[in-house]
């Protein structure tokens, strides 16, 4: 199993920024893709930025320019830095991740728990 737990969010004012934090741990064998999906308020869960193990980034149209995504692979942690932040990016941040363990060679996608990102006007 792969256990994702996110840091780093919380309340800001429009124009601040953010940094958040994922960690992996388990009995990973390999990470490919990392990810963070963004869940507003009556809103589905969104694609905000994924990045590769090879550093190949893509970012949601509206964070484009804004947002960086970035890894350290040997930490197995990801990271999301957030500028110049708008009031429409409060939603609870997720991270994900694909990856193979020692009890599963193929695989899977695990999710964190989700932390908060509130941008006041």
């Known amino acids: 199993q792969v256990q994702l737990v996110e840091s780093g969010g919380g309340l800001v004012q429009a124009g601040g920024s953010l940094r958040l934090s994922c960690a992996a741990s388990g009995s990973i064998v390999r990470i490919a893709d990392m990810g963070w999906y963004r869940q507003g308020p009556g809103n589905k869960r969104d694609l905000v930025a994924v990045?590769?193990?090879?550093?190949?980034?893509n970012y949601a149209d509206s964070v484009k320019g804004r947002f960086t995504i970035s890894r350290d692979n040997a930490k197995n942690t990801e990271y999301l830095q957030m500028n110049s932040l708008k009031p429409e990016d409060t939603a609870v941040y997720y991270c994900?991740?694909?990856?193979?363990?020692?009890?599963?060679?193929?695989?899977?996608?695990?999710w964190g728990q989700g932390t908060q990102v509130t941008v006041s006007a």
């Open positions: 990045i590769s193990s090879y550093g190949w980034t």
């Open positions: 994900s991740a694909r990856a193979s363990t020692y009890s599963n060679i193929n695989f899977s996608d695990y």
